[in-house]
């Protein structure tokens, strides 16, 4: 498996406050993605990163920033949660090869 | 209109059975294919990748109609291990990188 962790792997959060998920790689790739995953909606892609300091925007990026300080970090921001961004977040690696390799997932709650 | 389109299923079959799943997609400009598997409440995981010419793993074979746009995938020899949802996944060239698009999934469920 590819080492892929994030961190925390649940949260419950009030609507309103800031929160941060981190996802960490070991294995040096140079993209890394968030994604989100709904009932009926699938994976949808929400920032991704070409490189340190590189990000750029995917489909439901409204709500959420990214920063990527070093290679193998790369963290999601929920400036002020809301209930519509409870959901599953998942973090992905890849490199030239167009495969995606995902993280264990995070759930999180808002109320 | 879905860019990836799959039939949720559920697919409900016994062991040993063969089961295909079929996928469309709507970008023609599309560049690579893959077949991802996710179990319940965990990550996906890539299957295999999809070439033009078709391609076999063991009991899965995966096969490209880029005319038709319709990706598919025939699994043979059912074993329970293998029920799982199924993701059919589609790679364009998008800003400043590859990014997938992912079907909602097809759910297989192989009965004993």
């Known amino acids: 498996d590819a080492g892929i962790t994030q961190s925390p792997r649940h949260k419950v959060t009030e609507t309103g406050t800031p929160v941060t998920l981190r996802c960490h790689q070991t294995?040096?790739?140079?993209?890394m993605y968030w994604y989100r995953q709904d009932p009926g909606h699938g994976l949808r892609l929400i920032h991704y990163?070409?490189?340190?300091?590189?990000?750029d925007k995917g489909e439901v990026s409204d709500g959420y920033s990214v920063s990527r300080s070093k290679t193998e970090d790369f963290l999601l921001t929920l400036e002020s949660a809301t209930s519509s961004q409870t959901s599953v977040y998942f973090c992905?690696?890849?490199?030239?090869?167009?495969?995606?390799?995902f993280g264990p997932g995070t759930r999180l709650t808002v109320t | 209109r879905k860019e990836v389109e799959q039939d949720p299923g559920p697919f409900n079959v016994p062991e040993g059975a063969t089961v295909a799943f079929n996928c469309t997609y709507s970008?023609?400009?599309?560049?690579?294919f893959f077949w991802y598997r996710q179990d319940c409440r965990k990550e996906p995981k890539l299957l295999m990748s999809?070439?033009?010419s078709g391609n076999e793993d063991g009991r899965f074979t995966a096969q490209l109609n880029r005319a038709s746009q319709y990706i598919s995938l025939l699994i043979r020899d059912s074993k329970l291990s293998d029920s799982a949802t199924y993701l059919c996944?589609?790679?364009?060239?998008?800003?400043?990188?590859?990014?997938?698009?992912f079907g909602s999934g097809t759910q297989l469920t192989v009965l004993p």
């Open positions: 970008n023609s400009a599309s560049q690579s």
């Open positions: 999809v070439y033009s």
């Open positions: 294995e040096n790739h140079r993209y």
């Open positions: 996944v589609v790679n364009e060239a998008r800003g400043s990188a590859r990014q997938l698009t």
């Open positions: 990163s070409y490189g340190v300091k590189d990000t």
């Open positions: 992905a690696i890849s490199e030239s090869t167009n495969e995606q390799y």
